[in-house]
């Protein structure tokens, strides 16, 4: 059978200047109302009415496109199941942390403090078990420390008022 | 200035767990011959003698078990695998060996000369393409967890090189203090208070109002409430939440590697989704210290920060006087005016590279010290430590006129 020799199109062929056809304006306006739906932040804030060539129509589409379907959105694998392992034993910084936290809860009033001995902590979810007691009684603290500090601050005029009276 | 840093109003420092350059990005070379990855016959002795090359077999986990030794003593085995001629030279031989003491398995150490593939870790790479990667951003001992972070909060470890580290009443103020001295906003979000911090015995202890929730990270983003300056702890431990099962997502080995990649996303996707925070965030990831893993760069000598740890603490047998930096570290700058694949001191093609920008740890606090307190050592002369005073910034890498396009972003499901 003869190989038939298919012509590549004129050299000018290519022009994205052209007017848009009635077809591209069709999905230029189906998409811009799809841009209706989308959160301020993707809107391009393109006016469509002014679209007029091949060129223009095909940047607006892509961009809608690409918010509609973004090409580099990666999806990131979930661990596999079976991976969660509370009872692992204590690496080392967990074990150093527990430390310091014991040194921390030192500095609570007593009956702030856990009561817990860290020694017997041997297991990651009974370190983080401990972590989460102390780190809610530093900040319970630090939240009474602040409010303490807030009432100081506001009789604090009244003071100075008085000291200036005085002078 | 550039119209980047007119623009920036936060940066963001995500600081991951115990995982080297090689070993998270070093297959990164294959695609792009500037970044300084691995070219596959990097190797190490093992305990018969046998060099062992670097090999693709990284999985998320179970390898590493027992946890790598990364205290002070291992680490300069690596380094040095034992060299003690005068000068001491690196040569990064001593992984296996080092690994080898926990278990006294020839087969089971060579598993610390696994590197992961990029199509392994989706996150890191496309974040390590699309933005900046850093060539030689290094941890700032060579030593542990808590010693090195200090160097993030503080610009020093006060002369620790282990896990303790008591450090009250100190003249360097952490970064949060002289922030919050100055009039702006810094907070360090960790992830629940089940994880909390390993900043605990000075920043938590006295001062808890820097600290708040990985969830109120979240809902700052949103609502545009981030402060100036944030530093996020990742996940630390496998526990229970209100929510069910939490993995941990430090990366910490023998935590899941996965689940750390979708903590980083889950960074990222909360500030990319919001367009203003977007163009005005510059966020940083980076890897405290290698964790005991392997990685083929010399860490070079650094300014000595004052500070002398005694041999009773290092474990050598000699003092440390903070002169010479840790193990090399992933380290990625992402914003939207970072031209796409910066590779902070790129490999030539003869392997070498000119004039190297060294980074650490030191970095993170000097950079936000510059960028947010340009004036502070004329008000406060000596009160920051020579080490960060000499430190590398990085904000210039902020370079592009305008802020690009950015298409990229994570699908982390529900």
Redesign the interface.
């Known amino acids: 059978m003869a190989k038939i020799v298919v012509p590549k199109p004129a050299k000018n062929s290519f022009n994205k200047d052209r007017p848009a056809s009635d077809l591209l304006k069709a999905q230029v306006k189906h998409l811009h109302e799809m841009e209706k739906n989308l959160p301020h932040?993707l809107k391009t804030g393109r006016n469509v009415d002014e679209i007029k060539t091949e060129g223009e129509a095909s940047a607006y589409i892509k961009a809608i496109t690409?918010r509609l379907h973004?090409?580099?959105?990666?999806?990131?694998?979930?661990?596999?199941a079976g991976?969660?392992?509370?009872h692992?034993p204590l690496?080392?910084?967990?074990k150093?942390?527990v430390e310091?936290?014991r040194?921390?809860e030192r500095?609570l009033p007593p009956n702030e403090q856990t009561g817990m001995d860290i020694n017997e902590i041997r297991l990651?979810?009974e370190?983080?078990?401990y972590?989460?007691k102390?780190?809610?009684a530093?900040?319970a603290?630090?939240?009474a420390k602040?409010t303490k500090s807030a009432e100081q601050a506001s009789r604090l005029p009244k003071r100075t008022a008085k000291s200036k009276d005085r002078k | 200035m550039s119209q980047g840093l007119d623009n920036l109003k936060h940066i963001v420092v995500l600081m991951m767990e115990n995982r080297s350059f090689d070993h998270m990005l070093g297959a990164l070379k294959g695609a792009d011959a500037r970044i300084d990855g691995l070219s596959g016959n990097e190797s190490n002795p093992d305990s018969t003698g046998t060099m062992v090359a670097v090999q693709p077999q990284a999985d998320f986990q179970g390898q590493l078990d027992p946890d790598p030794n990364h205290a002070f003593n291992a680490v300069d085995l690596q380094i040095f695998n034992g060299n003690n001629a005068n000068p001491r030279v690196p040569n990064m031989q001593g992984f296996i060996n080092s690994y080898f003491q926990q278990r006294k398995d020839t087969a089971h150490s060579q598993k610390i000369m696994y590197y992961f593939t990029p199509d392994k870790l989706p996150v890191l790479t496309a974040l390590a393409t699309e933005f900046a990667v850093f060539n030689r951003w290094f941890a700032s001992i060579p030593g542990p967890t808590i010693c090195n972070r200090a160097f993030a909060h503080y610009g020093t470890s006060f002369g620790h090189v282990t896990m303790d580290l008591f450090y009250i009443n100190t003249i360097y103020k952490s970064i949060y203090q002289r922030m919050l001295a100055a009039g702006h906003t810094a907070k360090i979000y960790y992830f629940d208070q089940t994880s909390s911090t390993m900043e605990v015995v000075n920043l938590l202890k006295d001062q808890p109002q820097f600290f708040g929730s990985y969830q109120q990270f979240l809902s700052d983003c949103k609502q545009n409430r981030l402060p100036d300056y944030s530093f996020i702890e990742p996940n630390y431990s496998d526990h229970d939440g209100d929510s069910g099962e939490l993995l941990a997502s430090d990366q910490h080995p023998d935590h899941n590697v996965q689940e750390g990649e979708r903590f980083i996303a889950t960074v990222y996707n909360a500030i990319k989704d919001n367009e203003a925070l977007w163009e005005s965030t510059a966020l940083l990831v980076v890897y405290d210290e290698h964790g005991g893993i392997y990685d083929h760069v010399l860490p070079p000598d650094c300014m000595p920060d004052g500070f002398v740890a005694q041999p009773k603490d290092t474990g050598t047998g000699m003092p440390f006087t903070f002169d010479r930096l840790g193990v090399r570290v992933p380290a990625i700058l992402i914003s939207p005016w970072v031209p796409r694949g910066t590779v902070v001191s790129p490999l030539k093609p003869d392997g070498t590279i000119d004039n190297p920008r060294i980074f650490e740890h030191a970095s993170i606090p000097a950079t936000v010290t510059s960028f947010f307190m340009n004036d502070f050592d004329q008000k406060n002369p000596n009160q920051r430590s020579p080490r960060e005073m000499k430190a590398e910034t990085f904000l210039d890498l902020l370079s592009l006129p305008a802020p690009r396009t950015v298409d990229l972003s994570f699908d982390v499901g529900d």
């Not at chain 1, 090409?71 to 596999?80: F, M």
């Open positions: 932040r690409n973004p090409k580099d959105k990666i999806k990131v694998p979930r661990p596999a991976s969660f392992h509370k692992r690496s080392d910084l967990l150093r942390q310091h936290f040194e921390a500095s990651e979810h370190a983080a078990t972590i989460g102390v780190t809610a530093l900040h603290r630090g939240a602040e």
